[in-house]
């Protein structure tokens, strides 16, 4: 298995509160991404990062920030949380020089927003 | 952005039969297609990917096609066994695009029949 740590594996929390999820991964891999996982909808890709301070947005971005300072840690954070955003989320990373790798996800995080 | 269509939502076979998924992509500039399999409650996991420059690709029991023109790709399976029943995801991406990461299907169902 990849060496991907997520963390909380689950939380419970009220709307209109800050949280922050984490990804770590240990395999030195450049590409690090966001994805949340809903019924019906699959997985969608939240935010990305190609290297150290460097990400950008993907498909479901709204209500979403990220941060990158250390190669192996990629941050998730919803400033005030929503109903909406109850959901579960993935971490994934891919190695290589280039994007358009192999991705291998962590075990997730179940986010519950009430 | 890329569009992945899957078929079929939910598929059920007997054990020891084939099964085949389908999947359709929108932007002929997508030139990666993994596939994914997801057991309840666990995370997705590669099981086979495909690159543009090839037609078919084979591992074991399981096989993916590719047809560049149509733009459609398809996972096989073999000799089906109760473990392969799960949810599997296609994905298609490209490089360079606004979010380098995965498109992907919204799954399909697969459940072997003993």
């Known amino acids: 298995d990849a060496g991907i740590t997520q963390s909380p594996r689950h939380k419970v929390t009220e709307t209109g509160t800050p949280v922050t999820l984490r990804c770590h991964q240990t395999?030195?891999?450049?590409?690090m991404y966001w994805y949340r996982q809903d019924p019906g909808h699959g997985l969608r890709l939240i935010h990305y990062s190609y290297g150290v301070k460097d990400t950008d947005k993907g498909e479901v971005s709204d209500g979403y920030s990220v941060s990158r300072s250390k190669t192996e840690d990629f941050l998730l954070t919803l400033e005030s949380a929503t109903s909406s955003q109850t959901s579960v989320y993935f971490c994934a990373i891919s190695g290589g020089q280039y994007s358009n790798q192999p991705q291998h996800f962590g075990d997730g995080t179940r986010l519950s927003i009430l | 952005g890329e569009n992945v269509e899957q078929h079929p939502s939910t598929l059920s076979v007997q054990e020891g039969d084939s099964a085949v998924i389908k999947c359709t992509y929108s932007d002929s500039a997508s030139n990666y297609f993994p596939w994914y399999k997801q057991e309840l409650g666990k995370r997705p996991q590669l099981i086979i990917d495909i690159r543009s420059n090839v037609g078919e690709k084979k591992d074991q029991r399981i096989a993916v096609t590719l047809n560049k023109t149509a733009k459609h790709f398809s996972l096989h399976i073999t000799e089906t066994q109760p473990e392969d029943s799960a949810v599997y995801f296609c994905?298609?991406?490209?490089?360079?695009?606004?979010?380098?990461?995965?498109?992907f299907g919204k799954g399909t169902h697969l459940i072997i029949q003993p």
């Open positions: 395999e030195n891999h450049r590409y």
């Open positions: 994905a298609a991406s490209y490089p360079g695009g606004g979010a380098d990461g995965l498109t």
